[in-house]
């Protein structure tokens, strides 16, 4: 059984430019979701997907944006970057039990300074 | 809205002093609540999930326990490489697409 991973690793953008982030899900997982850690804080929700359909949102506004493809693949977008929005990008799978999703497991995470 | 502190925020620990990382937690209707690792620039490690009020877990030097509104991460005889912050989280049953909500974390160091 594969792990999470995602891609890339580490990425310096400029303000104002947009960004893809990628996560390749653990196999049979159905559920991605994807957090923003700032540096000395726990993770923040930014939304999840759900076969392919957005099923929740955090308080994160519209230029973050997601993708995800019946692959177990899925992506993070990000428009008009904001210096606030340096942190490390989080992305979990989580298998369905009993129609909730069950335990969240990250991937390693993409470094994202902003200039 | 849901909200999870974790105390202490830092602590030192000699190898085989063993102590307690506190989690309380104010939730809807909790779900689960999980307990991560997380190496520095690494993503979380899951450790445990506790779903109802008196439910235990234990991993090698590490013991979950969960009441109605805090769980306690016990640390029994801890090396140096138990040393990390360790994440505490809440799901709720309430919408929100089954989110984690996390603490800020207790960054534990063991030294020798």
Redesign the interface.
Known sequence: ETGVTQSPTHLIKTRGQQVTLRCSSQSGHNTVSWYQQALGQGPQFIFQYYREEENGRGNFPPRFSGLQFPNYSSELNVNALELDDSALYLCASSPERGGYTDTQYFGPGTRLTVL | EDQ?TQSPEALRLQEGESSSLNCSYTVSGL??L?W?RQDP??????LF?LYSAGEEKEKERLKATLTKKESFLHITAPKPEDSATY?C?VQA?T???????????TQLKVEL
């Open positions: 999870v779900r689960g999980f991560y620039g690494k993503g979380p490690e899951f999930t994440l989280a049953f919408g929100g697409g089954n989110k984690l909500t996390f603490g800020t974390g």
